[in-house]
């Protein structure tokens, strides 16, 4: 091992037995998080093009530029990089629905079914978007168990949206939670697996015309 010592133009010293200068752990977690990076975008082209069953490790390990001992050191496997695109995804979503209820509330809607259908037609477009994404965790080539991941979030979803829509003795309106929720994952389903961008656009904006003649009980009489 050198005992070479390097010293910095403002005397700041880092000795050569391996202790780390100051600014060293920001370099390796830099340029951890850039392997990691990499891996997740690797593995999501991967993914897109042979599925997950037919997906290889040395195939999205080749693409990232990095080794197979890195991806171990980073995830637990080629499910848990699935998974983790998932989640990802999940979050991008959520923070589109959020931003669009939110954008017209600020607006002075007050109308739950107006607010769904801004959020809901945020989530639709985020699938068109990441069309690529959307079709590989609807597709049912996921990892063992990744069904009952999609139902607990679809679960989760319907609460949310439960949120929106309370009766005027002070519950929620079920049937009515069931059924948007049940129409909007199987929009997601139709919009997410069609090939024609224009015809998957024009379905989608069909769906939330139809969606937005449902009328909340609970505001009708408004």
């Not at 997740?40 to 042979?50: G, I, N, Y």
């Not at 069953?53 to 848990?80: E, P, R, W």
């Not at 002075?108 to 965790?137: H, K, S, W």
């Not at 929106?164 to 129409?183: K, M, Q, R, Y």
Request: glycine content about 10%.
């Amino acid at each position: 091992m050198s005992s070479d010592m390097d010293v910095s133009s403002d005397g700041t010293a880092a000795s050569g037995d391996g202790a780390p200068t100051p600014d060293a752990p920001v370099r390796t977690s830099d340029r951890g998080a850039a392997t990691r990076g990499a891996l997740l975008t690797a593995a999501r082209d991967v993914f897109c093009e042979a599925g997950f069953a037919q997906a290889a490790v040395t195939d999205i390990v080749a693409k990232a530029g990095a080794s197979v001992g890195s991806l171990y050191h980073h995830f637990n496997g080629k499910a848990d990089l699935y998974l983790t695109l998932f989640e990802e995804f999940q979050g991008r979503q959520q923070e589109r629905t959020r931003e669009a209820i939110n954008a017209v509330r600020d607006a002075g809607e007050t109308d739950p079914m107006r607010q769904f259908i801004a959020g809901a037609g945020a989530y639709l477009n985020g699938c068109l978007e990441e069309r690529d994404v959307a079709r590989l965790f609807i597709s049912g080539d996921g990892p063992p168990g990744f069904d009952r991941v999609m139902r607990q979030r679809l679960n989760r979803w319907a609460r949310r949206n439960a949120a929106l829509f309370h009766t005027s003795d002070g519950g929620v309106d079920e049937p009515l939670v069931i059924v948007l929720t049940g129409a909007m994952a199987g929009a997601v389903s139709e919009v997410s697996l069609m090939d024609d961008d224009g015809a998957s656009r024009r379905l989608a904006d069909k769906i939330m015309a139809i969606v937005g003649t449902i009328r909340n009980p609970g505001t009708e009489q408004r």
